[in-house]
């Protein structure tokens, strides 16, 4: 690789201490770096510039902020790597020590990528026809979310798969979540982790008014519809959507999420051959004792 974008939350590295670091590292290599003047690289003018000749994305920030990246980047077929200045950092493949190191990876062209699943939702509302679908379809890496709003009553929601009603059910709402989304608000639902390169989205209820909670593990080829229900004759359903916790879209009864397989998968640079269940060990600590 000779091309790097360098995309950093001014937040996580305020003085851009590390990104001048890295900048340095790259140039006395005689390869080339192009730093993001924002957080984001949405409507960057820089990106339109370079974008053919950008080999990889370094992130330097969270798993927000490589989330918000992989978004951005989508349709580009750019592979990310992330370096770690947040948490726990599930998404991030190096720590800020090990970053020289990674770079003479990345120079030597010994690394994997690994093709993570994304999601797109769009957002049918019941009272507007016609409707731009364009504005009403989001994507996301992580999961989508249709919660219940504010402090708001439970919420009823019927959920399809591939048009064939599998649940009816009260509670504060309803995760679809990707394997890599499956370590994330999932988990701290109840829902089960699953292995990041599986073909997999996971449907997870939040805090169903019900006995026998489960999650459901469909095909990533499947199709998903969320129905808002009314939840008692006299009440109109208050709900949102959200899409790996931004883009929050207010919803109404009758209002329909359908979600798909995004188009394009999200392409994560691996440097090191740890297994998924010492990532988990790693990160999650005795959380898995």
Same mark, same amino acid.
């Given at each position: 690789?000779? $091309?790097?974008?360098?995309?950093?939350?001014?937040?996580? &590295?305020?003085?851009?201490?590390?990104?001048?670091?890295?900048?340095?590292?790259?140039?006395?290599?005689?390869?080339?770096?192009?730093?993001?003047?924002?957080?984001?690289?949405?409507?960057?003018?820089? /990106?339109?510039?370079?974008?053919?000749?950008?080999?990889?994305?370094?992130?330097?920030?969270?798993?927000?902020?490589? @989330?918000?990246?992989?978004?951005?980047?989508?349709?580009?077929?750019?592979?990310?790597? +992330?370096?770690?200045? +947040?948490?726990?950092?599930?998404?991030?493949?190096?720590?800020?020590?090990?970053?020289?190191?990674?770079? !003479?990876?990345?120079? &030597?062209?010994?690394?994997?990528?690994?093709?993570?699943?994304?999601?797109? +939702?769009?957002?049918?509302?019941?009272?507007?026809?016609?409707? &731009?679908?364009?504005?009403?379809?989001?994507?996301?890496?992580?999961?989508?979310?249709?919660? *219940?709003?504010?402090?708001?009553?439970?919420?009823?929601?019927?959920?399809? #798969? $591939?048009?064939?009603?599998?649940? !009816?059910?009260?509670? !504060?709402?309803?995760?679809?979540?990707?394997?890599?989304?499956?370590?994330?608000?999932?988990?701290?639902?109840?829902?089960?982790? #699953?292995?990041?390169?599986?073909? #997999?989205?996971? @449907?997870?209820?939040?805090?169903?008014?019900? /006995?026998?909670?489960?999650?459901?593990?469909?095909?990533?080829?499947?199709?998903?519809? #969320?129905?808002?229900?009314?939840?008692?004759?006299?009440?109109?359903?208050?709900?949102?959507?959200?899409?790996? +916790?931004?883009?929050?879209?207010?919803?109404?009864?009758?209002?329909?999420?359908?979600?798909?397989?995004?188009?394009? !998968?999200?392409?994560?640079?691996?440097?090191? $051959?740890?297994?998924?269940?010492?990532?988990? *060990?790693?990160?999650?600590?005795?959380?898995?004792?």
């Amino acid at each position: 690789m000779d $091309n790097f974008l360098i995309i950093t939350n001014r937040e996580k &590295d305020k003085d851009l201490r590390l990104t001048k670091i890295i900048e340095s590292y790259i140039h006395k290599a005689g390869k080339n770096s192009y730093l993001s003047q924002i957080s984001t690289v949405t409507d960057n003018s820089l /990106l339109k510039d370079i974008i053919n000749r950008i080999e990889c994305a370094i992130v330097l920030g969270g798993d927000g902020t490589i @989330i918000q990246t992989a978004n951005d980047l989508m349709a580009y077929n750019i592979p990310i790597l +992330g370096v770690n200045l +947040g948490t726990v950092g599930f998404l991030a493949e190096i720590e800020e020590h090990h970053v020289e190191e990674a770079l !003479d990876s990345l120079f &030597d062209d010994s690394y994997n990528v690994e093709n993570r699943l994304m999601i797109q +939702g769009e957002i049918i509302h019941y009272t507007q026809k016609p409707y &731009d679908s364009g504005d009403n379809i989001h994507n996301a890496l992580n999961d989508i979310v249709i919660a *219940r709003k504010g402090s708001s009553r439970i919420i009823s929601l019927g959920i399809y #798969v $591939n048009d064939q009603l599998i649940d !009816d059910f009260r509670g !504060d709402g309803v995760i679809i979540s990707t394997p890599t989304g499956s370590t994330a608000y999932n988990l701290s639902a109840g829902g089960p982790i #699953v292995i990041s390169r599986a073909n #997999v989205m996971v @449907i997870t209820p939040i805090c169903p008014h019900s /006995l026998s909670p489960r999650s459901i593990v469909v095909s990533g080829d499947d199709h998903i519809k #969320v129905a808002v229900r009314k939840s008692k004759k006299t009440q109109e359903a208050e709900a949102f959507a959200s899409f790996d +916790g931004n883009k929050e879209i207010d919803l109404s009864t009758n209002d329909i999420i359908s979600i798909n397989k995004a188009q394009y !998968d999200t392409k994560l640079i691996k440097l090191n $051959n740890s297994g998924i269940y010492e990532v988990l *060990r790693s990160k999650l600590g005795n959380n898995l004792d």
